[in-house]
């Protein structure tokens, strides 16, 4: 059965840190894999040196080879095999037009999954229609494309002890196609399907509000936020408002990174034996996790480049005046971001201050 499924033509579009390293370990496993990507030094490295990937542990070091596109290329695909399975790993703020770019070369059955930051499956969808639409959410798999061609993990692998990917359809019980998809991934890491894509998206989504735009502003790593009592607060308020939103949108929350979401948002709203337990897990794995680890939207404020902030802390900003919740410390981390962005701040601990 898996040999079969590792024939299926598997394009990655957005070959960023998150798709290099999710299509290099499908190759490696031998699925048919094509890197896309919008970076030229990228996409040429890999053409020249293979595509490098290194982790926390030895073992997990391997020169991948595999065929890599640059973007202006993909008309090629219309000389091949259709794709089976295409992959959107863009930033969101992309995904409109990497799913256009991709969608003419599908086979008949052919599908697209988001594996991405934020809630992007209705925009696939509106191009290409619900029935060819899943999602996958990634879970603590935390990666770094740190120079043309490489990529590391810094994070241990889930295995047995933490599920990285959950993969569903739109609105209705996991298939036989999701099930498929959950199978070629955990030549990844460990997978799994989920009837609840929109509920474990946000739960996601809860985490990322949390950690992303905060290390952006602050300019601190990973550890150094989740180490820092007084940042470390601010996140927790952050996680509770996001919570109190999803629940207000009557969506099924599950625990993420070992926080339940209700003791989440009571922790953030000052809950003592709440807040100790949510502290005590995040310290906990700080000392875990690679002291250079740096969520996405702080690697887009380092290297000068747009963030998603607005499908981050904006979505669940937005979200919340929807459904009539409170969600100013998420307001005010994305204006502060956008400020960073424009040059008119510069990360510091002390743009929290006040918050």
């Given at each position: 059965?898996?040999?079969g499924l590792?024939k299926?033509?598997?394009a ?27 970076w030229?030094a990228?996409?040429d ?12 542990s ?11 596109l ?25 995904t409109?037009w ?8 599908l086979s ?12 992007n ?21 935390a990666?770094e494309?740190?120079k043309p ?33 959950a199978?070629?991934?955990?030549t ?5 399907v ?20 905060l ?6 790593t ?6 820092d ?23 099924e ?12 948002a009571?922790?953030?709203e ?19 996790r ?6 996405s ?16 802390n ?13 969600a ?14 424009r ?13």
């Amino acid at each position: 059965m898996m040999n079969g499924l590792l024939k299926k033509r598997i394009a990655i579009v957005g070959a960023g840190a998150v798709g290099s390293y999710v299509g290099g370990r499908m190759a490696l496993a031998g699925a048919n894999v094509t890197l896309i990507d919008a970076w030229p030094a990228h996409v040429d490295a890999i053409r020249a040196n293979g595509l490098q990937l290194s982790g926390m542990s030895t073992a997990e070091s391997h020169t991948v080879r595999l065929p890599a596109l640059h973007i202006g290329e993909v008309q090629q695909i219309a000389r091949q095999a259709p794709v089976d399975i295409a992959v959107i790993c863009t930033i969101s703020y992309d995904t409109e037009w990497a799913t256009q770019l991709i969608r003419q070369y599908l086979s008949d059955d052919g599908v697209i999954v988001s594996l991405q930051n934020s809630i992007n499956e209705d925009r696939i969808a509106a191009i290409v229609g619900a029935d060819r639409v899943l999602g996958c959410i990634a879970s603590l798999i935390a990666v770094e494309l740190y120079k043309p061609g490489c990529v590391k993990r810094l994070v241990p692998q889930g295995g047995e002890r933490h599920t990285v990917f959950h993969v569903g359809e739109l609105d209705r019980p996991a298939t036989g196609r999701a099930r498929d998809i959950a199978g070629i991934l955990a030549t990844v890491d460990s997978s799994t399907v989920t009837d609840n894509l929109r509920g474990e998206r946000w739960s996601k989504l809860v985490v990322n509000s949390m950690r992303n735009g905060l290390s952006a502003v602050t300019g601190l790593t990973g550890n150094e936020r989740d180490l820092d009592d007084t940042v470390r607060w601010l996140g927790l308020r952050l996680g509770s408002q996001a919570v109190r939103v999803g629940q207000a949108l009557g969506l099924e929350l599950v625990a993420e990174q070992g926080m339940q979401p209700e003791t989440l948002a009571r922790a953030g709203e000052g809950d003592v034996a709440a807040r100790r337990e949510i502290e005590s897990g995040l310290i906990a794995f700080a000392k875990k996790r690679s002291n250079e680890q740096r969520p996405s939207t702080a690697h887009d404020i380092l290297r000068g480049r747009r963030t998603e902030i607005d499908y981050i802390n904006g979505y669940v900003a937005e979200k919340a005046v929807v459904v009539g919740v409170e969600a100013n410390l998420h307001t005010a981390i994305t204006a502060m971001v956008k400020k960073i962005e424009r040059g008119e701040q510069v990360p510091s601990r002390a743009l929290i201050e006040g918050l």
